[in-house]
């Protein structure tokens, strides 16, 4: 997640990977804290969007796993990403957001 600015751009460059992300996200988060965080500000999500499982941040970059809901054995489903999966990976992006605004931690981003 890239920020407006050279500065900022400059200190994302080696970003290329997964991997390389995740090297640079050396500050584990608390998943349910975060959650948490979320349902204060208004954003309350139940059992099944809560699909993030592991999140770190470092400077200007968050990472994540994520987990789509399980679905009942035999069940077809019309989606190709799940929507709570989607969502969950929007969580992430606005703990990215927020990673890069330390300033503005009360903020919530919203697509």
């Not at 890239?2 to 751009?9: C, E, I, P, Q, S």
């Not at 970003?15 to 050396?26: D, I, K, N, P, Y």
């Not at 208004?42 to 999140?55: D, K, N, Q, S």
Request: proline share 6%.
């Amino acid at each position: 997640m890239r920020r407006r600015g050279a500065a900022n751009a400059e200190a994302t460059a080696g970003l290329g990977t997964v991997a390389e992300a995740r090297a640079q996200c050396t500050s584990p988060v608390d998943v349910e804290a975060y959650y948490a965080r979320l349902a204060r500000a208004g954003l309350a999500y139940g059992p099944a969007f809560r699909g993030i499982r592991a999140l770190a941040v470092g400077k200007n970059v968050a990472v994540g796993t994520l987990e789509a809901p399980a679905t009942r054995a035999g069940q077809n489903t019309p989606w190709i990403l799940h929507p709570a999966m989607l969502d969950a990976a929007f969580h992430l992006l606005g703990l990215a957001l927020a990673a890069a605004r330390p300033h503005a931690s009360d903020c919530v981003y919203l697509p």
